[in-house]
């Protein structure tokens, strides 16, 4: 398979896979902020920023992180290139240079979602309307992975294909668990109180896990529980071990690739999924779970640098 061909599915992948993630987070914020009780109304908007990692773009245009300056930056802002937008446009567009590589459904998945859009952008954006903005953006990322799932040949562009879509949603789900480590509560006495709890079942509701945490952890919402079944429950699609063992499995399926180029791209993966498939809660939370996601995102773009580095160009 040509580079530039590996290249246009690899990143059609994630951006339709971003657009999901922004709107989960937008959605989280939103919960994060109604059960708020203080007068400080604005710091899971700013937590939100500093989980799509644009804090410094977004207040280099904004002077506070407001619940409308922050929906409009990271949904609608055409000057933000990962806004939920331009991220089914970039997709599109790499879905059109590669038209021979999709099979037709696929084609008409992420066509169709950006013929779709242009109906939200122009329409007067009030609370009803976001949310069904924000659900439309979940519900066409789902079709169009569904899609290219069952209809793709299992052959290199699958596995491309495959890697984007998960690499992103690693790094993902790690910067949307970290974005409570961001959110300041009211008070100290709050930690572990009715605001602390609404909003580690914020996080599992925005990510479709309330009926998975149920299922594996019963009873009350403990925030390490959250944390295991987000890090280490390979049965959760979701979570990062799950993530990574889907990109070690589609990186070593890849042929006709230089293993010399290749080769560290599988170190780096294969060693993050032996952390993760081994790993304790723990010593995690000993460590410091926000060190701990902060460190896994930096390993995410180390990740994706070498696998174009190796597969790409």
């Known amino acids: 398979m040509l580079a530039r061909t590996a290249s246009n599915l690899f990143w059609l992948a994630r951006y339709m896979e971003r657009a999901d993630y922004l709107a989960r987070l937008l959605q989280v914020a939103g919960h994060m902020s109604a059960v708020r009780v203080d007068a400080d109304g604005n710091s899971e908007w700013e937590s939100a920023i500093a989980a799509a990692g644009c804090h410094e773009e977004f207040f280099g245009k904004h002077e506070a992180a407001t619940a409308g300056s922050v929906i409009d930056y990271l949904a609608f802002d055409r000057g933000n290139p990962s806004s939920i937008c331009n991220c089914i446009e970039t997709s599109r567009r790499n879905a059109r240079a590669v038209r021979t590589a999709l099979t037709s459904d696929m084609w008409e998945a992420v066509n169709t979602s950006w013929m779709e859009l242009r109906d939200f952008e122009s329409s007067e954006m009030n609370e009803d309307r976001l949310t069904e903005f924000l659900d439309w953006v979940k519900a066409r990322t789902s079709l169009v992975h569904g899609v290219y799932a069952n209809t793709m040949l299992r052959r290199d562009g699958f596995h491309f294909t495959r890697i984007g879509q998960f690499l992103e949603r690693a790094d993902n789900t790690a910067r949307l668990l970290d974005v409570k480590y961001h959110v300041r509560l009211p008070t100290v006495q709050d930690v572990g109180g009715v605001v602390d709890y609404y909003q580690w079942l914020a996080v599992l509701r925005v990510v479709g896990a309330r009926r998975a945490y149920r299922v594996l952890f019963k009873g009350h919402v403990e925030p390490a529980q959250v944390a295991e079944l987000l890090i280490l429950r390979p049965e959760f699609p979701r979570s990062l071990v799950f993530c990574f063992e889907q990109i070690c ?25 032996a ?39």
Request: negative net charge; charged residues 25%.
């Open 249 to 273: 499995l589609n990186l070593d399926a890849i042929e006709s690739h230089d293993p010399r180029l290749s080769s560290e791209c599988k170190r780096i993966a294969h060693s993050q999924y």
């Open 275 to 313: 952390a993760l498939r081994f790993g304790q809660i723990e010593p995690i939370i000993e460590q410091g779970l926000h060190e701990f996601l902060s460190e896994l995102v930096d390993r995410c773009g180390l990740l994706g640098a070498e696998i174009a580095r190796g597969h790409l160009f």
